[in-house]
């Protein structure tokens, strides 16, 4: 699994960013949010019952990422119609603020080393990547366990400081001072 130092691999896939007819798809890469941070998200496929709690907070705390100049990237293996079908499924999907990623042919999650060994599928992963496309924080959950949205939030924000940060740290606390 490429971890924190390592750079976030390149990409070129469609994503959904849009219900409005004829504006649904749209191709997203690695250099789509020029100078800012990216929380890319994968999850292990569309249609299940984990995944869309964590999809919908991702969707809700938008506006805290945007605050924070970071682009969210929701990624899983469906192609980018399953993500519209599920949009249009799923009441708490539908005005999804972030685009929904279709890493169809497996390329992204393979380079990132998240695929599942037994099921293919990609692992509960998060990724923190800094503006010059460097990964800076790195975690991955088991299928069944959702991660915390407001965990990732937290990391951003000490991230975001370029200090020292002590444990349970939040955005406004004081960092740490070498002696």
Do not use: Y
Request: glycine share 6%; net charge negative; hydrophobic share 40%.
């Amino acid at each position: 699994m490429l971890t924190v130092g390592d750079k976030f691999p390149p990409f070129k896939l469609q994503a959904v960013v849009s219900r409005e007819k004829g504006r649904e798809f749209q191709e997203i890469t690695e250099k789509s949010h020029p100078g800012q941070w990216t929380v890319a998200f994968l999850w292990p496929m569309d249609f299940t019952f984990v995944c869309p709690t964590e999809i919908a907070e991702f969707g809700r705390r938008h506006r805290d990422f945007q605050d924070r100049d970071a682009q969210v990237l929701g990624i899983s293996t469906d192609t980018h119609f399953v993500h519209l079908a599920w949009r249009n499924d799923h009441e708490d999907l539908r005005d999804l603020p972030f685009p929904m990623v279709a890493d169809t042919k497996r390329e992204l999650s393979s380079a990132l080393g998240v695929l599942h060994k037994q099921e293919g599928v990609p692992l509960r992963a998060t990724f923190i990547v800094d503006p010059e496309g460097t990964i800076r924080f790195a975690s991955v959950n088991d299928l069944s366990v959702g991660r915390n949205v407001d965990e990732v939030l937290r990391v951003l924000d000490a991230l975001q400081t370029d200090e020292l940060c002590p444990c349970n740290w939040k955005k406004g606390e004081p960092t740490l001072e070498v002696a």
